[in-house]
């Protein structure tokens, strides 16, 4: 099989440049390893930044999430028992955050690829990409039992942490940059209504928790545990305990129980993860196939989105007039962003988790960091500027752009 883009995963980094590709009148195959069920219904991310809502509705496939989407002009920083609100609207000249689950955005942008005749191959395993400086790589994939061949002009590695894509470049071509945590995120789903209409984190000497949602009837949580934890040692009754213990304010605030759904009930290591250059020859990596940022920024779809706009627009000049500068200084582009990605997420999750080695030192260092971040206005809007997302014209390639409201 032949094609101008063979895309590896049909997760939002490829289901999404796929999409875009079309918009550009550019043919695309996106071969995904998992079944259509089974992407449709993982339970990842949560929370869109305002670029990528913007991107998703510009390009019509917004529909639903402007209907189900659940648009937040705030969060919570909760510490000493006190909740502290940050106004992300106020802070940030008018821009949100929407709350809408990444399994919702995989299940419109299939349905889209679809209806609109686009090739996405469920149950096709990648188990090679080749040739890779040449001008026709071949992606070669299993299904039903028998091996094929997908040759392009080009391959985007949208494969995630654990697919072929990143490995298929040569030794000695990629730096790797890592970072391991000393915890985990043990995440689920509870069939009740959200206890707040908005997120809160919490910094408690027993560990971080996070409340968030998926609907107006379904509450998604987080606690910070070991890594080394199997979701078995975690019963109903203990999961709650320590949500009902990390979250509690003076005020009496109180969290609704519900039964805990199986999916989306799991164990997340946490790291930080980056290589660079992301594009070998024609290859490309876009989303985690290329970094892994810790969610507590809620950055990683956001960043797999901002990736495939990039390449998405780099390939249309490619194929409008043969030019390959933003081909070439994709990774470059990319980088700039994930770089700040990296570091406000690594920040937040400094901030809010408890880290065994840390003295008491480091905890009070935590609490006037929280106390500091919740009474500047200076703090809070650096704060707010990163979690509802950073400009998109931040990635025009020109190094220069300032980040939003610098001078030059
Ligand atoms: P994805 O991993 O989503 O998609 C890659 C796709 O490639 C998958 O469908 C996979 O099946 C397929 N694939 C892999 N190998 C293949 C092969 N050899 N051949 C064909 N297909 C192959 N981010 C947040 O912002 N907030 C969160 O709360 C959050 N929670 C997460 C929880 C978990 C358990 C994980 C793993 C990630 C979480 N993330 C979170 C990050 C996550 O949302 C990613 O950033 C996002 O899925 C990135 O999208 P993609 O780059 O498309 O990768
Ligand atoms: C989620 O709702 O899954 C979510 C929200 C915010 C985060 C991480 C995950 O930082």
Redesign the pocket.
């Known amino acids: 099989m032949r094609t101008q883009v063979g895309i590896?995963?049909?997760?939002?980094?490829?289901l999404l440049l796929s999409h875009l590709l079309y918009l550009e009148g550019i043919e695309s195959v996106v071969?995904?390893?998992?079944s259509r069920d089974y992407?449709e219904a993982r339970i990842?991310?949560?929370?869109l930044e305002q670029g990528t809502v913007d991107l998703l509705t510009e390009t019509g496939v917004g529909d639903r999430m402007k209907k189900e989407g659940m648009v937040h002009h705030g969060i919570e920083l909760r510490f000493g028992g006190q909740g502290h609100r940050i106004d992300l609207h106020e802070l940030t000249e008018g821009r949100a955050i929407t709350v809408y689950g990444?399994h919702e955005v995989v299940k419109d942008l299939i349905a889209a690829r679809l209806e609109a005749g686009g090739e996405v191959i469920f149950e096709?395993?990648?188990?090679d990409v080749e040739s890779l400086d040449s001008q026709n790589p071949t992606v070669r994939?299993r299904k039903d039992g028998e091996d094929h061949e997908l040759r392009c002009d080009f391959v985007a590695g949208?494969?995630?942490?654990?697919?072929?894509s990143r490995d298929s470049i040569p030794e000695g071509v990629l730096t790797v940059y890592e970072r391991r945590y000393p915890f985990a995120w043990l995440?689920i789903l509870a069939e009740t209504p959200p206890s707040s209409e908005e997120l809160i984190y919490t910094y408690h000497e027993r560990g971080f928790a996070l409340h968030s949602m998926r609907s107006p009837e379904l509450t998604r949580l987080y606690i910070q545990c070991d890594p080394d934890d199997d979701i078995e040692d975690w019963s109903d009754e203990r999961i709650w305990e320590e949500l009902h213990a990390r979250l509690a304010t003076d005020e009496g605030w109180a969290l609704a129980e519900g039964p805990i759904r199986e999916e989306g009930r799991?164990i997340?290591p946490m790291r930080s993860y980056a290589v660079e250059p992301m594009q070998y020859g024609r290859l490309f990596l876009?989303?985690?196939?290329a970094h892994i940022v810790t969610?507590t920024g809620?950055?990683?779809?956001?960043?797999?989105v901002a990736d495939v706009r990039v390449l998405a627009r780099a390939l249309a000049g490619f194929y409008a007039s043969g030019q390959t500068e933003l081909l070439d200084r994709y990774s470059e582009t990319c980088m700039r962003r994930v770089w700040l990605a990296q570091r406000f997420s690594w920040w937040m999750t400094a901030m809010l988790h408890r880290f065994d080695s840390s003295d008491e030192f480091q905890h009070r260092l935590q609490l006037t960091e929280l106390d500091y971040v919740t009474s500047s206005r200076s703090a809070a809007k650096t704060l707010a500027e990163n979690y509802v997302g950073l400009p998109m014209d931040l990635d025009l390639g020109t190094a220069s752009t300032p980040v939003q409201g610098t001078s030059a």
């Open positions: 590896v995963g049909a997760g939002p980094a490829g071969l995904e390893s998992r992407v990842r991310a949560g929370v990444q096709a395993e990648a188990v994939y949208c494969d995630g942490f654990y697919g072929v995440g799991g997340t876009a989303g985690d196939a969610p809620a950055k990683g779809m956001n960043l797999a």
